[in-house]
């Protein structure tokens, strides 16, 4: 007889809810459950219809495999939008227009492009900014300003425009992500390039340090948590500024033109999916961020 | 220990001045209307001195000394820090200073900190990290080169700020209350290195600090200062010998120069607003 395993290990649910990931579990299963029961009191009339006109004797489980089942539903179940994600990602080859990873690959180039271009934007603005008094009072009112107008009202006129001057696909999205993106990173850097606190100054000033010397040995470093702050929030709405892009020319690739086919032809599904889709490179995105962020803050001296 | 004058005389060893300021004044200007934080101050420092500035606050003895540094812009006077005018003196890195914080940069080794204005002044790494490894030692903080500001008390902290002070060997070492966020027994420990410090590196320091034994135990001349407007009311001169413990605190001549500070800043301060 062996005693192994006696009373050292602890059970296996005591183990789970020990971490994050027995709390989790559990918050997303009653998401699951919640999702279910509105997909069948979202589709439960129409299938009611489906019966009625099909003479058919129903009974409540019927209806209820009837409404996670339908074609069109008004709220797709969570394993009909799984097995479309399964046929568009897994099933097809990358290259073929009906292939989620092509299109989810066209949204992102132009997510990437703008985002940089944006960072850069944002960058070079806060630093204008902070080393030119005029510049602040000059160009903020119109920085700020510029957010205030909606973007799905200059987003066509965007596309139109460099259309006439034969700029398609890719760099109107990206102009667009850019114009997103860069008000937070301007914002966000501002802050950060101006946090160190006077005597960090000062001792720049007892040094004699040129602008430029202070500039890349203070206002850089100091400056680095509030950037990746900042394109956290960038990275995502540059996603959002791709995808609205491609909402108003009907492009044929991206996962806007897949949201906006789905809504032209009642193809619920194919929108969840997409849907799924944008959140999940927005999140993976902002993790890489997160991840380079936290590297940076370690050659940095960051307490672990 | 005589009372001297305002306008005390060199105390250097070869008798030329430092720092020499006459009638200066500096006046804020606010929204209520201009403040005089310093009124026509007259002030000679001498080489190889160690001279501390006390007074309550207000009263201007850290503008005195970022004046000197060229950290604040006189109003009025003149004021020239080793021969030359306050701000080519900056520009020639004719000083270090010591803040009332250590200002550590966080992403910055204690290493690099150290070395950070031999950066700037654009000195080979290699000798950089030599000169680190030299002042580091000489504020007792070798083996700590790779650490982080974070991981170091705040005794350390400040004595690595020193360090950083000191790296460009500068003459001049401008201080302001550099222990005053420090518990007694770290200050009085850290009060009898930067006297060994002096002594062993001649340099010339101006001290500011509102503590009335740490100024008598430091310095060779004390100047008490008074608020509103901020001005020097007695310059008292204290030889004690260069090489002392912190026990002479007990000594009768170390008590007789407190009860003039003491008195200097009773005199000069009214406590009826």
Redesign the interface.
Same mark, same amino acid.
């Not at chain 1, 997909?39 to 003479?55: G, H, I, S």
């Not at chain 1, 409540?60 to 009837?66: R, S, T």
């Not at chain 2, 803040?99 to 790494?125: C, D, H, K, S």
């Not at chain 2, 002070?165 to 007694?184: I, N, Q, S, T, V």
């Given at each position: 007889m062996t005693i192994e395993g006696q009373g050292a290990v602890p059970g296996l649910t005591a183990r789970i809810f020990a971490g994050h990931a027995g709390p989790i579990a559990v918050v997303v299963l009653a998401i699951v459950v919640i999702w279910y029961a509105g997909a069948v009191y979202m589709n439960a009339p129409r299938q009611m219809d489906v019966f009625k006109r099909a003479n058919a004797d129903w009974g409540a489980v019927d209806l209820i495999e009837g409404t996670w089942a339908q074609d069109r539903p008004i709220l797709p179940a969570p394993h009909q939008i799984l097995a479309e994600l399964k046929k568009t990602i897994i099933d097809q080859k990358v290259t073929s227009k009906r292939s989620l990873v092509f299109h989810t690959w066209v949204t992102l180039s132009s997510t990437l492009l703008g985002f940089a271009t944006g960072a850069v934007l944002g960058i070079v603005l806060a630093v204008g900014i902070v080393h030119v008094g005029t510049l602040e009072k000059s160009l903020m009112p119109w920085i700020i300003s510029s957010q205030t107008i909606p973007i799905l009202a200059i987003a066509p006129m965007v596309v139109v425009v460099l259309g006439a001057i034969g700029l398609k696909g890719l760099v109107p999205k990206a102009l667009i992500s850019t114009y997103l993106c860069f008000f937070p990173v301007t914002i966000g850097m501002v802050k950060g390039l101006r946090s160190p606190d006077p005597l960090q100054m000062d001792l720049m000033s007892t040094y004699s340090a040129s602008p430029w010397q202070t500039f890349w040995k203070l206002r850089w470093p100091a400056s680095l948590p509030f950037l990746f702050t900042s394109l956290k929030v960038a990275v995502a709405i540059s996603l959002v500024g791709a995808i609205v892009g491609e909402l108003p020319t009907g492009a044929q690739g991206g996962l806007g033109a897949r949201l906006l086919a789905g809504s032209y032809y009642g193809q619920t599904i194919q929108i969840w999916s997409a849907l799924f889709t944008a959140a999940a490179l927005a999140a993976a995105m902002v993790v890489l961020v997160g991840v380079v962020e936290r590297v940076v803050v370690r050659a940095m001296g960051g307490r672990p | 220990m005589t009372p001297s004058p305002v306008q005390s005389g060199p105390a250097g060893s070869d008798g030329d001045s430092v720092v020499r300021a006459h009638g200066l004044t500096l006046s804020f200007q606010t929204a209520d209307g201009p403040v005089h934080a310093l009124s026509d101050i007259d002030l000679e420092i001498g080489r190889g001195e160690f001279v501390s500035l006390i007074g309550p606050s207000g009263c201007g003895k850290t503008t005195l000394l970022r004046a000197i540094?060229? &950290?604040e812009q006189p109003t009025g006077g003149n004021l020239s820090v080793n021969g030359v005018p306050a701000h080519e003196a900056? &520009?020639? *890195?004719g =000083?270090? =200073?010591v803040?009332?914080?250590p200002?550590l =940069?966080? /992403? *910055?080794?204690i290493e690099r900190n150290v070395t950070?204005?031999l950066?700037?002044?654009g000195m080979a790494a290699g000798a950089r990290r030599e000169k680190a490894r030299d002042y580091l030692e000489l504020v007792n903080l070798s083996g700590f080169e790779k650490k982080?500001? /974070?991981q170091l008390s705040g005794g350390m902290q400040q004595r690595a700020s020193i360090a950083r002070a000191l790296c460009f060997d500068p003459d001049l070492l401008l201080m302001d209350e550099p222990f005053g966020a420090l518990d007694e027994i770290v200050r009085d420990h850290l009060n009898e290195q930067l006297l060994q410090l002096w002594a062993k590196t001649q340099k010339t320091v101006v001290f500011v600090t509102h503590s009335i034994p740490e100024a008598v135990f430091l310095s060779t001349k004390i100047v008490v200062m008074s608020p509103r407007p901020g001005r020097i009311i007695d310059v008292i001169e204290a030889d004690f010998p260069r090489e002392r413990s912190l026990d002479i605190r007990e000594t009768p001549e170390f008590l007789e120069v407190a009860h003039r500070v003491r008195e200097g800043l009773r005199a000069g301060h009214s406590y009826d607003d």
């Amino acid at each position: 007889m062996t005693i192994e395993g006696q009373g050292a290990v602890p059970g296996l649910t005591a183990r789970i809810f020990a971490g994050h990931a027995g709390p989790i579990a559990v918050v997303v299963l009653a998401i699951v459950v919640i999702w279910y029961a509105g997909a069948v009191y979202m589709n439960a009339p129409r299938q009611m219809d489906v019966f009625k006109r099909a003479n058919a004797d129903w009974g409540a489980v019927d209806l209820i495999e009837g409404t996670w089942a339908q074609d069109r539903p008004i709220l797709p179940a969570p394993h009909q939008i799984l097995a479309e994600l399964k046929k568009t990602i897994i099933d097809q080859k990358v290259t073929s227009k009906r292939s989620l990873v092509f299109h989810t690959w066209v949204t992102l180039s132009s997510t990437l492009l703008g985002f940089a271009t944006g960072a850069v934007l944002g960058i070079v603005l806060a630093v204008g900014i902070v080393h030119v008094g005029t510049l602040e009072k000059s160009l903020m009112p119109w920085i700020i300003s510029s957010q205030t107008i909606p973007i799905l009202a200059i987003a066509p006129m965007v596309v139109v425009v460099l259309g006439a001057i034969g700029l398609k696909g890719l760099v109107p999205k990206a102009l667009i992500s850019t114009y997103l993106c860069f008000f937070p990173v301007t914002i966000g850097m501002v802050k950060g390039l101006r946090s160190p606190d006077p005597l960090q100054m000062d001792l720049m000033s007892t040094y004699s340090a040129s602008p430029w010397q202070t500039f890349w040995k203070l206002r850089w470093p100091a400056s680095l948590p509030f950037l990746f702050t900042s394109l956290k929030v960038a990275v995502a709405i540059s996603l959002v500024g791709a995808i609205v892009g491609e909402l108003p020319t009907g492009a044929q690739g991206g996962l806007g033109a897949r949201l906006l086919a789905g809504s032209y032809y009642g193809q619920t599904i194919q929108i969840w999916s997409a849907l799924f889709t944008a959140a999940a490179l927005a999140a993976a995105m902002v993790v890489l961020v997160g991840v380079v962020e936290r590297v940076v803050v370690r050659a940095m001296g960051g307490r672990p | 220990m005589t009372p001297s004058p305002v306008q005390s005389g060199p105390a250097g060893s070869d008798g030329d001045s430092v720092v020499r300021a006459h009638g200066l004044t500096l006046s804020f200007q606010t929204a209520d209307g201009p403040v005089h934080a310093l009124s026509d101050i007259d002030l000679e420092i001498g080489r190889g001195e160690f001279v501390s500035l006390i007074g309550p606050s207000g009263c201007g003895k850290t503008t005195l000394l970022r004046a000197i540094a060229d &950290l604040e812009q006189p109003t009025g006077g003149n004021l020239s820090v080793n021969g030359v005018p306050a701000h080519e003196a900056r &520009l020639a *890195r004719g =000083y270090g =200073y010591v803040f009332q914080a250590p200002a550590l =940069y966080p /992403w *910055r080794t204690i290493e690099r900190n150290v070395t950070l204005p031999l950066e700037i002044m654009g000195m080979a790494a290699g000798a950089r990290r030599e000169k680190a490894r030299d002042y580091l030692e000489l504020v007792n903080l070798s083996g700590f080169e790779k650490k982080f500001p /974070w991981q170091l008390s705040g005794g350390m902290q400040q004595r690595a700020s020193i360090a950083r002070a000191l790296c460009f060997d500068p003459d001049l070492l401008l201080m302001d209350e550099p222990f005053g966020a420090l518990d007694e027994i770290v200050r009085d420990h850290l009060n009898e290195q930067l006297l060994q410090l002096w002594a062993k590196t001649q340099k010339t320091v101006v001290f500011v600090t509102h503590s009335i034994p740490e100024a008598v135990f430091l310095s060779t001349k004390i100047v008490v200062m008074s608020p509103r407007p901020g001005r020097i009311i007695d310059v008292i001169e204290a030889d004690f010998p260069r090489e002392r413990s912190l026990d002479i605190r007990e000594t009768p001549e170390f008590l007789e120069v407190a009860h003039r500070v003491r008195e200097g800043l009773r005199a000069g301060h009214s406590y009826d607003d």
